[in-house]
């Protein structure tokens, strides 16, 4: 019986040393260095067990065998704790290491940036383009109202969501600055607050001249003049497509439409573009300023003139500047 029992704990004894040695000797391999050399991105699936993200840890080349990953990740008891997303793997990794990364959470932050300008038909464009957004785009607002900035999403993202988050983030901003109007104010809706500092947006990109814009633009409706806006025919013949990638006509601005300032009185029927805050601003705080016109001055900016016999010398300027430049062709003159 004693001979038994010596037996019988000479057996357990070497099981557990085989056992010890085995999970040390995984240990081991799941501290050595990935296979690796540069960071990876890598997106684990939704509903991803550990055999299958070990699968794709070996697709991605971060892992180089999928059985050590998969005993290591129970033995050290992570295989619960597995998150799905997409991580940004660092060079050399160990199975531990992308283990706790996995386990953390710590999912890449995306960045979708919508400038300044664009039309919500490009917006859209954007969106649907942008990597790791899913989803189809089944809510399109209305032209303008989206607000550019720049947005955060993780892989997997709704595009429907993203959109949503940047019209309410555009309703709040023109609400707040709906809120700051002066009294008397010759707009009498957040929706023309919106219009007008489209065509704010699209006339100027120096920030500086936003102000002086949105003046002009606010003395001429005072007067009951005609906003005669180059960007609002643009959009009367895109129809909010995208660039028109040619200068305007005199022929353009004869298009019957009500986005033709030149021909209709006061703002067209509603945003040309996405505005930003700052020309959300500029209209709600106008430069103090008599002027009722400006033109381009060949740098970039525009120069201003409170009279039509100096807006004409500007105009005359600006001509002279153009035709130094590339000539002269039958185009608008970018006056204002």
């Known amino acids: 019986m004693k001979h038994v029992l010596a037996l ?3 057996a357990a004894l070497i099981g557990l040393i085989a056992v010890g040695g085995s999970y040390f000797y995984i240990e081991g391999q799941a501290r050595q260095p990935g296979p690796h ?3 990876t991105h ?3 699936e939704q509903g991803s067990g550990v055999i299958s993200i070990a699968d794709t840890l070996v697709r991605n080349g971060v892992v ?18 597995l998150r799905a997303g997409e991580f940004l793997v660092p060079a050399g990794a160990s199975i531990d290491d992308v283990l706790k990364l996995l386990a953390s959470g710590k999912t890449v932050v995306r960045k979708l940036t919508l400038p300044e300008g664009l039309t919500v038909t490009e917006a859209m464009i954007l969106i649907q383009d942008a990597e790791g957004l899913q989803g189809p785009l089944t809510a399109i607002p209305d032209e303008g109202w989206l607000l550019p900035e720049t947005y955060h999403y993780s892989w997997g993202d709704e595009r429907v969501d993203m959109v949503l988050n940047m019209s ?3 309703e709040d901003a023109v609400r707040a600055a709906w809120g700051k109007r002066p009294k008397d104010f010759v707009l009498k809706s ?3 607050l ?5 065509i704010v947006e699209k006339e100027t990109g120096v920030a500086d001249e936003r102000p002086m814009v949105a003046a002009v633009f606010l003395n001429r409706l005072n007067k009951g003049m005609r906003l005669q806006s180059d960007p609002t025919v643009v959009y009367a013949l895109t129809e909010g497509s995208g660039p028109l990638r040619r200068a305007l006509t005199r022929d353009d601005l004869k298009i019957d439409s009500p986005y033709n300032t030149y021909l209709v009185m006061g703002l067209p029927p509603g945003p040309i573009a996405l505005a930003g805050k700052a020309s959300l601003e500029a209209v709600i705080h106008p430069a103090e300023t008599d002027a009722l016109y400006f033109v381009a001055d060949g740098t970039g900016g525009h120069v201003f003139a409170k009279t039509l016999e100096e807006h004409n010398q500007n105009v005359a300027k600006w001509r002279k500047i153009k035709r130094a430049l ?4 039958n185009d608008a003159t970018n006056a204002n």
């Open 37 to 39: 050399q540069a960071d």
């Open 42 to 44: 890598v997106v684990i």
């Open 168 to 170: 309410a983030a555009m």
């Open 194 to 198: 919106l219009t007008l500092a489209s």
């Open 8 to 10: 019988l704990f000479s």
């Open 64 to 81: 180089s065998d999928a059985l050590v990953f998969r005993l290591w990740a129970r033995a050290s008891d992570q295989h619960r704790r």
């Open 326 to 329: 590339n000539g002269a062709p």
């Open 190 to 192: 957040s929706q023309e």
